[in-house]
């Protein structure tokens, strides 16, 4: 027994000689790079490339199984250049090795330019690589090498990737995305669980839109691929992005937290995350523990941020042209978040906007897009937000610009096609400055290219309005459907709302049905139909005296001059009724009734919308008293119809519109005229001859007289 030990022994030692012979022989006397010329024809005969290496190869077999090579490159059938590296090193443990480990001294890779190309095919330049029988089989074997992968103990010593660079092309996009100046190192990586540091930075490109991102990151790592638990703490993560959505500004964003993944427990972690856009700050808590994959709750918190600085760092400087210099300087937000089954909600929702709290809840289908939500806010002054259009001259009229301006698509009908929501709005107060809307309250919802909005009510002005709506953005050319209310609301700010003119004030109910179609106001106007009744009460027509036109009327017939006072400019009111039928664009007016304590007003009309034009012929019967007159008026004036017009464009001035129509007007006064001369001469034939003719003889005067154009000189 002991000779066969010392037989053992001999031949393990001659065994251990013999190999370490032959380390020393291969290291010292064969000379990697005589090889160069086989390497370049295997790679060309077994994949389909050429490999050509300028510089040195190296390699080593004790301690360390290592490799080295330098000066790189790799060509694709096409002579097209796919990869170039300037130095590659790694260095494995052969001892290690022995024991069921793999223990790398380090992994060093410098200098790598990968260029990846799709064509409009979607074919990548890769798949020209051929597959050696080995390759294909590779993915057979994976079960079972993963089996014995699971008892290996795997470390690296170090990794360090300097100056590598990957282009990646889709040419029927006509996109571009590159990696650049990629950098990574870490020291004593594992898979066992121990923490290892690791330090990244690069730059990304793209090229459509145009977006370029600077990353500086760093962390410290564990993973344990026995456990299937894996951790990344003290995240430091650095970043500066910039292009066509920031407008090349330069916007810096970070983020630093931890975080944990448990595979085998479903359980996802984010702990005491904290980064910044800009200047706005957020910090959040998220968990998932569930097996459904993506499932989350936890919180979000965003202090108090100047959102108009951010709005201006994101280069969006045409959106605040128009807001205050203070407006939007204190913005936060708040809000419980969880996201189950595709929808992420939002159920503890709350933004501060300056001075206006939003409190509510939303949730967002991340499948369907479909949006839900309601809303609850307090007080919304926009005064506090816009500058007010500063007053001057009256500028001559850019017609082009007008047109340019009515020709403006609205409705983004390819974005609303897709919108789907089912939500409402309500808000205690909303300030303009014109309107002042109490209690408004909102609820709309869309789906399949209609959006219909149920409710929109408020009170304002000592009244309230009521309104329901619907959108069809279905073809290009939507249609559009309103009814409306309106319920003992102040007339002069509706008018001045719609018109900016003060026009009329008073007590004003109303009802509107309206059916309209088209993407663009001139389309609108034109297509414009419907019917619409209003009346107002105690209330004043502003820059239109009526009974001074009538005054104006009566002497410039009588061609007299029209008498000298203080005229008010204006025709108080008790009642002002209308009706209106619209017909593409066109509002017919048909009966118009003003009552004023010393005329009577019935009119009709047209007010052309395409043309913003009126055009209405007006009867003003004076009544009343002649003290109760603007102007003498003789009583044979009286309880007759005299005619006004009142025309013009909704940019003339409103004193303007309304004139005398002397035409008519003369018509009226002769035939007055007429009549009271036929009065005088019946009554003196009466006066005359009364009582000496008899009734048949009266008659007969009157009958032969009608010939002459008298109706009757003598009253039965």
């Known amino acids: 027994m002991r000779k066969l030990i010392k037989i053992f022994s001999y031949i393990t030692l001659v065994a251990i000689l013999l190999a370490a012979g032959f380390i020393i022989y291969i290291t010292n006397f064969i000379d990697p790079n005589d090889y160069k010329d086989q390497i370049k024809q295997y790679a060309e005969v077994e994949h389909n490339i050429q490999v050509d290496i300028q510089g040195n190869i190296s390699w080593s077999f004790f301690p360390w199984i290592g490799f080295g090579l330098e000066d790189m490159s790799i ?12 130095k590659a090193e790694a260095y494995l443990s052969l001892m290690a090795l022995l024991e069921k480990q793999v223990k790398m ?13 799709k064509d409009a095919k979607g074919r990548g330049n890769w798949e020209s690589i051929k597959k050696t029988p080995e390759d294909s089989s590779t993915n057979t074997n994976n079960s079972a090498s993963d089996n014995s992968s699971d008892k290996l103990q795997f470390s690296i010593a170090n990794i360090d990737i300097k100056n590598a660079s990957i282009r990646y092309e889709e040419q029927l996009t006509n996109q571009i995305y590159e990696l650049k100046d990629f950098n990574l190192s870490s020291e004593n990586f594992s898979l066992n669980g121990k923490t290892f540091p690791l330090k990244l930075s690069s730059k990304i490109t793209q090229s459509n839109p145009q977006l370029k991102i600077d990353i500086d990151a760093s962390a410290d790592l564990s993973v344990d691929t026995e456990s299937e638990k894996y951790a990344i703490s003290n995240l430091k993560f650095k970043s500066t992005a910039q292009g066509d959505f920031s407008k090349n500004q330069s916007v810096p964003i970070a983020l630093a937290g931890d975080i944990r993944f448990d595979k085998t427990n479903n359980l996802i972690e984010f702990e005491e995350l904290k980064g910044a856009i800009a200047n706005m700050n957020f910090s959040a808590e998220l968990a998932s523990n569930s097996s459904n994959a993506g499932e989350f709750s936890g919180q979000l918190s965003v202090p108090n941020f100047d959102a108009k600085k951010l709005l201006s760092t994101l280069g969006n400087e045409d959106a605040l042209a128009n807001l205050k210099s203070g407006a939007l300087s204190d913005v936060q937000l708040s809000t419980s978040l969880k996201n189950a089954n595709d929808i992420l909600s939002l159920p503890n929702l709350s933004i501060k906007l300056d001075d206006t709290t939003i409190d509510g809840s939303v949730s967002v289908n991340l499948k369907t897009t479909a949006i839900k939500f309601a809303l609850q806010g307090n007080t919304i ?15 001559p009229e850019d017609s082009s610009a007008t047109s340019t301006a009515q020709d403006t698509e609205i409705f983004p009908t390819k974005a609303l096609k897709s919108l789907v929501l089912d939500g409402s709005i309500s808000i205690d107060k909303l300030i303009t400055s014109k309107v002042e809307i109490n209690t408004i309250a909102l609820k709309t919802n869309a789906a399949n290219g209609q959006i219909t909005i149920s409710e929109l009510s408020g009170k304002t002005f000592d009244g309230a309005f009521n309104a329901t709506a619907s959108l069809n953005v279905k073809s290009n050319s939507p249609t559009l459907k309103l009814t409306s209310t309106i319920d003992s609301m102040q007339a002069a700010t509706i008018v001045n709302a719609f018109a900016d003119k003060e026009l009329m004030t008073g007590v004003i109910n109303a009802n509107i049905n309206l059916t309209s179609q088209g993407n663009s106001m001139a389309a ?38 029209l008498q000298e006072k203080e005229w008010g400019g204006e025709t108080p009111f008790e009642t002002l009724a209308a009706n209106f039928t619209i017909n593409n664009g ?20 047209v007010i052309d919308l395409p043309q ?5 012929q007006l ?33 003339d001035e409103a004193s303007k519109w309304c004139r005398p129509d002397l035409g008519n007007m003369q018509q009226v006064l002769l035939k007055i005229g ?5 009065r005088k001469v019946g009554e003196k034939l009466e006066e005359q001859l009364g009582e000496n003719i008899d009734e048949g003889t009266k008659e007969k005067i009157n009958d032969a007289l009608k010939d002459l154009g008298v109706d009757k000189l003598f009253g039965n």
């Open 75 to 86: 060509k694709l059938p096409n002579d097209e250049k796919f990869a170039t590296v300037e």
């Open 105 to 117: 001294k380090g992994i060093s890779l410098i200098g790598l330019n990968l260029n990846l190309i």
């Open 381 to 395: 002054d926009l005064n506090n937000y816009l500058n007010e259009t500063k007053d001057g001259a009256s500028q």
């Open 524 to 561: 609108i106007k034109q297509s414009m139909n419907g019917t619409a009744n209003f009346d107002v009460t105690d209330g004043v027509l502003k820059d239109i005296d009526l009974e001074k036109q009538v005054c104006d009327g009566i002497a410039k017939i009588r061609q007299e001059s």
């Open 586 to 605: 066109i509002i017919d007016t048909q009966s118009l009734v003003t009552k004023t304590k010393s005329i009577d007003v019935d009119g009709k009309g």
């Open 612 to 616: 913003s034009a009126l055009d209405y």
């Open 619 to 651: 009867n003003v019967t004076i009544i009343g008293d002649a003290e109760d007159h603007a102007c003498s008026v003789n009583e044979k004036y009286q309880d007759v119809p005299l005619p006004i017009r009142c025309r013009g464009k909704f940019s």
């Open 674 to 678: 007429e009549n009271q001369l036929k």
